[in-house]
């Protein structure tokens, strides 16, 4: 079983739509959480931390959920820009900081 | 630009040859963390250097790879020998301790270098 798992989609998102989804981490001493976003081809750019009590950046709101292990990301008003992988990405500071990734969701937006 | 570069951006080789990456990560960040990415796959971790010091390896590393980060700053990813399932995305991120400049959690990834093993 992977460290952290998410579906990988596609999700296919209406312009305009709002569009959210978890992924699950199994280590329960993980400490810090955070959202990435992957275009293709590209390297992985940080989209937000996440934090226990929730948190909101513009469009983007990320959830965590220490009991269930999971955490979540929601998009508002979906843009076609959002079109991209969003990697969800745990690490623990006894673990050297080194970050583990899920294998991603892929978002796609349409018009 | 004061982001991470890696160099060379592309590379292909013949299985068996050995190749080398570099990476430059931000200026004054003393952690620097290697990870491979294979196609449809989130990256994974290989190695990390926090200075000069190397501390931890993943299983990932076989004996054909080797990093270095000689004075803490640049560091060089070697692979000895390329095999085919050596093809991937090699990330190169850098961190720093200092929480004034993103802490160690805050990782800043270069564009990678693209192996391709024929």
């Known amino acids: 079983r992977k460290e952290v798992e998410q579906d990988p989609g596609p999700f296919n998102v209406p312009e305009g739509a709002t569009v959210a989804f978890n992924c699950t981490y199994s280590?329960?001493?993980?400490?810090?959480f955070f959202w990435y976003r992957q275009d293709c081809r590209k390297e992985p750019k940080l989209l937000m931390s996440?934090?226990?009590s929730g948190n909101e950046d513009g469009r983007f709101t990320a959830q965590l959920n220490r009991a269930s292990q999971y955490i979540s990301l929601l998009i508002r008003d979906s843009k076609l820009s959002d079109s991209a992988t969003y990697l969800c990405?745990?690490?623990?500071?006894?673990?050297?900081?080194?970050?583990?990734f899920g294998g991603g969701t892929r978002v796609l937006v349409k018009p | 630009d004061t982001g991470v570069s890696q160099d060379p951006r592309h590379k292909i080789t013949k299985r068996g040859q050995n190749v080398t990456f570099r990476c430059d990560p931000i200026?004054?960040?003393?952690?620097l963390y290697w990870y491979r990415q294979t196609l449809g796959q989130g990256p994974e971790f290989l190695t990390y250097?926090?200075?000069?010091?190397?501390?931890?390896k993943s299983r990932l590393l076989s004996d054909r790879f080797s990093a270095e980060r000689p004075k803490g700053s640049f560091s060089t990813l070697e692979i000895q020998r390329t095999e085919q399932g050596d093809s991937a995305m090699y990330l190169c991120?850098?961190?720093?301790?200092?929480?004034?400049?993103?802490?160690?959690?805050?990782?800043?990834f270069g564009p990678g270098t693209r192996l391709t093993v024929l």
């Open positions: 280590n329960s001493a993980s400490q810090s």
């Open positions: 200026s004054e960040h003393n952690r």
């Open positions: 996440v934090y226990s």
């Open positions: 250097f926090q200075n000069e010091a190397q501390l931890e």
């Open positions: 990405v745990v690490n623990r500071a006894a673990a050297g900081n080194k970050l583990t």
């Open positions: 991120a850098s961190s720093s301790n200092f929480p004034e400049r993103g802490g160690p959690n805050k990782q800043f």
